[in-house]
């Protein structure tokens, strides 16, 4: 009786996990907006503003990049494919005027590759991206 009462609790608990792991605004919300806030506005200058112009950085390969490497998404506890969905949420939800008309949504694959390269100074790529994106 005692191992049903285990194997319950245990599946139990793998019933309430199950979800987060395939919703990307739960991801969002657990590992994102306690800097960036429920509704991605940031804290600017500190931290930045998911919302709105963070869809002409997924534009560029550069900027596709940076978004994957960007410290606290690149070490988050999700899988690459959890991330790449983390970010297309928040792409969707809230940059949606900003993409191309062309976007494609970031894989896991791409995450993989980008976040394996740690990010030294985010700050001073995101301002350089930022002017690439001006004068494009």
């Known amino acids: 009786?005692?191992?049903?009462?285990?194997?319950?609790?245990?599946?139990?608990?793998?019933?309430?996990?199950?979800?987060?792991?395939?919703?990307?605004?739960?991801?969002?919300?657990?590992?994102?907006a306690g800097c960036h806030l429920a509704d991605a506005r940031g804290v600017p200058p500190d931290v930045p503003s998911l919302s709105g112009p963070l869809g002409r950085l997924a534009a560029s390969a550069a900027g596709r990049d940076y978004i994957a490497r960007v410290p606290g998404a690149a070490q988050a506890p999700l899988s690459d494919d959890e991330l790449a969905a983390v970010f297309n949420w928040l792409l969707f939800e809230y940059n949606r005027d900003t993409l191309p008309k062309n976007f494609e949504p970031l894989r896991g694959a791409e995450i993989a590759k980008s976040r394996a390269n740690v990010l030294a100074d985010p700050q001073k790529l995101r301002n350089q991206l930022w002017l690439d994106t001006d004068t494009t």
């Open 1 to 32: 009786m005692r191992r049903f009462h285990t194997g319950l609790v245990a599946g139990s608990l793998l019933t309430f996990a199950a979800p987060s792991l395939a919703n990307p605004r739960a991801d969002y919300l657990m590992h994102c």
